[in-house]
């Protein structure tokens, strides 16, 4: 009114229903992608700019024996990695940080009980939205029992051109 009192409202109003619709599409896309990676029926672990473990599916606890809060935050080359090649491992890290993927490669990690497992690695680089590198996603695949019958197939064909060497008869 004229003397300053108020005698109303007035409210703008805006249709949020398809921004709504399009953050409940986002989120329920992020979660099946989540839920992919944590069923993955091979090992998927990711790492920060850092080098320190940020993803952990259930295949890499069930390889390693390690659960997703034994490693989640620790440096996986300093702490999983054996020190012949911490080096290695780094650098094909270093490489995905600097968007250069890195395909087959082969590394050894150590379970909670100690054994070897062989290990081949797919790194790629993991971007924010603004296309930044802030971390790596590794896609693996246990090759221990591969590399196993591997050597033992080098060592039978060894054995045999030995004997084939030194047999005193002519073969």
């Excluded at 390693?64 to 990695?81: A, N, P, Q, R, W």
């Excluded at 050894?108 to 497992?117: E, H």
């Amino acid at each position: 009114d004229v003397t300053g009192r108020p005698i109303g409202m007035i409210g703008v109003g805006q249709d949020i229903t398809a921004r709504k619709q399009v953050e409940q599409e986002k989120s329920r896309v992020a979660q099946e992608l989540q839920t992919f990676i944590d069923t993955a029926n091979a090992p998927i672990f990711g790492c920060d700019a850092l080098g320190l473990v940020n993803e952990w599916n259930n295949k890499s606890v069930e390889i390693t024996g390690y659960s997703k809060e034994e490693v989640m935050g620790k440096s996986l080359v300093d702490v999983y990695i054996s020190e012949d090649f911490r080096e290695s491992v780094k650098s094909v890290f270093d490489d995905a940080l600097d968007g250069k993927g890195t395909a087959n490669f082969e590394f050894p990690i150590f379970t909670k009980d100690r054994r070897r497992i062989e290990i081949l690695l797919n790194a790629t680089t993991r971007c924010n939205v603004k296309g930044e590198a802030i971390g790596v996603l590794g896609v693996g695949q246990d090759i221990t029992e591969r590399k196993k019958v591997e050597m033992e197939k080098t060592r039978v064909a060894q054995e045999l051109q030995t004997f084939i060497d030194t047999a005193n008869a002519p073969i």
